[in-house]
T-cell receptor, first 117, second 109 residues
Framework: SAVISQKPSRDICQRGTSLTIQCQVD?????MFWYRQQPGQSLTLIAT?????????ESGFVIDKFPISRPNLTFSTLTVSNMSPEDSSIYLC??????????????FGSGTRLTVV | GIQVEQSPPDLILQEGANSTLRCNFS?????LQWFHQNPWGQLINLFY???GTKQNGRLSATTVATERYSLLYISSSQTTDSGVYFC???????????FGQGTELSVKP
């Protein structure tokens, strides 16, 4: 399966500031996915990031709040902008793994635990 | 869209006990995975199992695609098994990975 490096692992931020989360994959992938997990909740897809085109956002998420970059096939960033305490969540990136022709399903980064104060 | 329901929502076990977690889904799927989220928030892929049965050590999983459910078995549970177990699916028509609400497992020593 793909190996994903995500950073930072955690951060405490002041309200009104922005945080950029990075994900690096050890192999080229067409799509990368960004998820949010609010405290005590399940995971919700924020957007799908394709290289060379704008990200596709899910209902309830907008580009101004969660801008995404995808400069190449192994890297993506998610920015949480103008943060408020409601943005305190775990943010995870994910890719769909296909090692050696065998479908492995989706693999996730280690997550970024964000606390906004 | 496809609905995913997990049961039970919470489970408390004594170390050494066995347990079964269930995942029901509302439509045909071409991907089903079980994940374990540890207390640090890391999401670990346990099984990719759209159909059939797989085993990995003390864990095993069975998906009966025709009846739209999957089961995760944990035998001889250990305190390190604690955390939240998620079932997630992708429908037959493709699309995004949909998560259930999870089962929070606590294994007491």
């Amino acid at each position: 399966s793909a190996v994903i490096s995500q950073k930072p692992s955690r951060d405490i931020c002041q309200r009104g500031t922005s945080l950029t989360i990075q994900c690096q994959v050890d192999s080229q992938v067409t799509m990368m996915f960004w998820y949010r997990q609010q405290p005590g909740q399940s995971l919700t897809l924020i957007a799908t990031a394709n290289q060379g085109s704008e990200a596709t956002y899910e209902s309830g998420f907008v580009i101004d709040k969660f801008p995404i970059s995808r400069p190449n096939l192994t890297f993506s960033t998610l920015t949480v902008s103008n943060m408020s305490p409601e943005d305190s969540s775990i943010y995870l990136c994910s890719v769909e793994g296909m090692p050696r022709g065998a479908n492995y399903g989706y693999t996730f980064g280690s997550g970024t635990r964000l606390t906004v104060v | 869209g496809i609905q995913v329901e997990q049961s039970p929502p919470d489970l408390i076990l004594q170390e050494g006990a066995n347990s079964t977690l269930r995942c029901n889904f509302s439509d045909s799927v071409n991907n089903l995975q079980w994940f374990h989220q540890n207390p640090w928030g890391q999401l670990i892929n346990l099984f990719y199992i759209p159909s059939g049965t797989k085993q990995n050590g003390r864990l095993s999983a069975t998906t009966v695609a025709t009846e739209r459910y999957s089961l995760l078995y944990i035998s001889s549970s250990q305190t390190t098994d604690s955390g939240v177990y998620f079932c997630a699916v992708v429908g037959d028509q493709g699309g995004k990975l949909i998560f259930g609400q999870g089962t929070e497992l606590s294994v007491k020593p």
